[in-house]
């Protein structure tokens, strides 16, 4: 998650956290960055004029104030128990911190009772996560350079457990026989290649434009498979 991206995410936490507030520390959990850099954005957020302010003590945090908060949208309780089961699922996969965001934005905007009933419903939803999260700094960074078609360095760990480090044009994300693969035009190789997400040892987005390359240029997906748009 970018910046900006993550600044306007932050503000929707903390409306949503209301006159409890929320602690730079469970902040910086949430959003998968120090500290550090939780009190800097906060800092930039006052600077533009958000209404948010330190409240100190024990159990103190940053709290919003009351007129901050949007108008309700018509999301069900329901309908938020199925963006939530969704993200929970999804925990610590490709663009979990956008569908966390988001996620955040549509209870931000409901009412006190439509949110009770939501947090009813969600508390009798359980999700058994077995699978390994990929590291936060790698996953943002394969993100990025999907997101904004950058060329990408990974530092990869093969079958045979040989380490090489590419430079890669990302072409898509895609998830098959329970793996993620990013699939993109590997410049050492000088093909398109997969590479499953979990043999990434590093990865960081460059600044330098990747080859536009088509989705369609990958192949045909499995008849099982489909992109989200169509979902």
């Known amino acids: 998650m970018n910046r900006s991206d993550r600044l306007y995410a932050l ?17 910086a959990e949430v ?3 120090s500290v550090r850099t939780i009190k800097r954005d906060i800092s930039t957020l006052q600077h533009g004029g958000f209404p948010v302010w330190a409240r100190p003590g024990p ?5 919003v104030d009351a007129a901050a908060t949007l108008p309700p949208v018509n999301f069900t309780d329901a309908e938020i128990s ?19 965001a988001a996620l955040v934005k549509a ?3 409901m009412d006190a ?14 999700i058994d996560r077995t699978d390994t999260a990929s590291d936060a700094r790698t996953r943002r960074a394969i993100e990025e350079a999907l997101h904004e078609q950058r060329v990408l360095v990974v530092h990869y760990r093969d079958r045979h457990d040989k380490q090489t480090t ?19 035009y590997c410049r050492t190789r000088e093909a398109l290649r997969w590479f499953r997400l979990d043999r990434f040892t590093a990865a960081h987005c460059t600044t330098e434009p990747a080859a536009k390359i088509p ?8 008849a099982t498979a489909k992109a989200i748009a169509e979902f």
Request: aromatic share 8%; charged share 25%; glycine share 12%.
């Open 107 to 109: 209870l931000s905007v």
């Open 215 to 222: 989705a369609a240029a990958v192949g045909a997906p499995p």
């Open 166 to 184: 590419r430079r890669v044009d990302p072409v898509l994300l895609a998830r098959t026989r329970g793996e993620w693969y990013l699939v993109g």
């Open 31 to 33: 959003f998968e960055v």
């Open 11 to 27: 503000r929707e936490q903390l409306r949503r956290a209301g006159p409890a507030g929320r602690t730079a520390g469970r902040l």
């Open 59 to 63: 159990g103190g945090g940053y709290v």
């Open 82 to 100: 199925g963006l939530a089961a969704a993200v929970a699922a999804h925990r610590g996969q490709p663009f979990d911190s956008y569908a966390r």
């Open 113 to 126: 009772r439509a949110q009770e009933r939501a947090t009813v419903l969600n508390n009798r939803v359980w």
